[in-house]
């Protein structure tokens, strides 16, 4: 007499795991791997492939706050999914009342960039999951620590087993992370509507010239912000100040050289990842094409293409204009991303 109810049982189960695999509202493999048009491929590297049970697992840690000391942020405490990834203050706040040295920039696209932090001393996305978790003015905490605290957690201990066969460790966090944050790309702004799927109409007039002014020798914006993710990932100085408190570079590879050097950061989004420079102390757009109009201050190792411009202020403004057609609504409306 049971088997029939058995039967039913198990048809019920399997209707219920078909309709969640259907479910549009979930997310899968190839919402998440699919790149806009323009874009290359997200490089997930041969050692960390992409699976959904790394990256269920790995937004799971990216918001969890138990990766600080004292269980006050997580990496989306300064990371805001409603604004591309990025914090909206100068620098961000660390554990128990500390503040941090850079300003916190947008992690969307990170997938491609080849190297991280503002002075370019960490390869790996892996490596660069480590950063805030020991960085005193951070998290402050230690993730071996971390791993035998998330040991007790039955929903990861599942997790990490189902997406790498082994109890939850070190390894297991940073390839988890590091495989949610190569999804979190952005490539579907009005700018990739006109330049990348044909949408003539995508940009108004005054858009379309400030982006001509943008790709001009007149400015040489496009000569550092270039590509598709508009940067060439270069180390560069754009006269902000004649005397730096940063070393920039020079921190890491102690070259005279390379002080006050920065890794040329990306632009898109830009709109809405406000305040702006390496110590966020510009706090608009017009702010930033002011400066870069003016010339910036002087300093030995200022970039060649930074000097005084002699745009008009209908320029500039169609300059900030176009700058704003690089904001990805979509991205940011996203709840794929956003914490559960």
């Given at each position: 007499?049971?088997?029939?109810?058995?039967?039913?049982?198990?048809?019920?189960?399997?209707?219920?795991?078909?309709?969640?695999?259907?479910?549009?509202?979930?997310?899968?493999?190839?919402?998440?791997?699919?790149?806009?048009?323009?874009?290359?491929?997200?490089?997930?590297?041969?050692?960390?492939?992409?699976?959904?049970?790394?990256?269920?697992?790995?937004?799971?840690?990216?918001?969890?706050?138990?990766?600080?000391?004292?269980?006050?942020?997580?990496?989306?405490?300064?990371?805001?999914?409603?604004?591309?990834?990025?914090?909206?203050?100068?620098?961000?706040?660390?554990?128990?009342?500390?503040?941090?040295?850079?300003?916190?920039?947008?992690?969307?696209?990170?997938?491609?960039?080849?190297?991280?932090?503002?002075?370019?001393?960490?390869?790996?996305?892996?490596?660069?999951?480590?950063?805030?978790?020991?960085?005193?003015?951070?998290?402050?905490?230690?993730?071996?620590?971390?791993?035998?605290?998330?040991?007790?957690?039955?929903?990861?201990?599942?997790?990490?087993?189902?997406?790498?066969?082994?109890?939850?460790?070190?390894?297991?966090?940073?390839?988890?992370?590091?495989?949610?944050?190569?999804?979190?790309?952005?490539?579907?702004?009005?700018?990739?509507?006109?330049?990348?799927?044909?949408?003539?109409?995508?940009?108004?007039?005054?858009?379309?010239?400030?982006?001509?002014?943008?790709?001009?020798?007149?400015?040489?914006?496009?000569?550092?912000?270039?590509?598709?993710?508009?940067?060439?990932?270069?180390?560069?100085?754009?006269?902000?100040?004649?005397?730096?408190?940063?070393?920039?570079?020079?921190?890491?590879?102690?070259?005279?050289?390379?002080?006050?050097?920065?890794?040329?950061?990306?632009?898109?989004?830009?709109?809405i990842t406000a305040p702006y420079m390496h110590d966020g102390s510009m706090q608009s757009l017009e702010e930033v094409v002011k400066h870069y109009n003016?010339?910036?201050?002087?300093?030995?190792?200022?970039?060649?293409?930074?000097?005084?411009?002699?745009?008009?202020?209908?320029?500039?403004?169609?300059?900030?204009?176009?700058?704003?057609?690089?904001?990805?609504?979509?991205?940011?409306?996203?709840?794929?991303?956003?914490?559960?």
């Amino acid at each position: 007499m049971w088997r029939p109810y058995l039967v039913i049982l198990i048809s019920i189960g399997c209707i219920s795991c078909e309709h969640e695999e259907l479910n549009p509202s979930a997310p899968d493999s190839f919402s998440l791997t699919r790149v806009p048009a323009g874009f290359p491929e997200i490089p997930f590297p041969e050692e960390n492939t992409f699976s959904m049970a790394k990256w269920n697992l790995g937004r799971k840690l990216f918001y969890d706050t138990r990766l600080s000391i004292d269980g006050s942020m997580s990496c989306g405490s300064c990371h805001d999914a409603s604004i591309a990834f990025s914090d909206d203050v100068a620098m961000s706040n660390g554990v128990q009342g500390t503040i941090g040295t850079r300003n916190a920039p947008s992690i969307a696209n990170m997938a491609y960039l080849p190297y991280y932090t503002r002075e370019g001393g960490v390869p790996t996305l892996e490596m660069q999951v480590l950063i805030p978790i020991q960085e005193h003015n951070e998290f402050n905490h230690n993730i071996v620590d971390i791993a035998e605290q998330l040991t007790q957690d039955t929903a990861y201990a599942r997790m990490s087993m189902n997406a790498f066969d082994r109890p939850i460790d070190p390894y297991v966090i940073t390839r988890s992370i590091a495989t949610f944050e190569r999804t979190i790309v952005s490539g579907n702004s009005a700018y990739d509507k006109y330049k990348y799927q044909g949408n003539s109409m995508a940009l108004n007039e005054q858009q379309k010239l400030g982006l001509n002014l943008f790709n001009s020798e007149r400015t040489n914006c496009s000569a550092c912000h270039s590509d598709f993710n508009f940067s060439n990932y270069t180390f560069q100085n754009n006269g902000l100040y004649e005397s730096y408190i940063d070393p920039g570079r020079f921190r890491l590879t102690l070259d005279s050289a390379d002080m006050a050097l920065f890794k040329v950061p990306s632009l898109r989004n830009v709109a809405i990842t406000a305040p702006y420079m390496h110590d966020g102390s510009m706090q608009s757009l017009e702010e930033v094409v002011k400066h870069y109009n003016e010339g910036g201050k002087n300093h030995p190792h200022k970039s060649e293409f930074v000097k005084p411009l002699g745009l008009t202020p209908n320029e500039m403004q169609a300059i900030v204009s176009f700058l704003e057609t690089l904001t990805d609504y979509e991205l940011i409306s996203n709840e794929f991303f956003k914490d559960e």
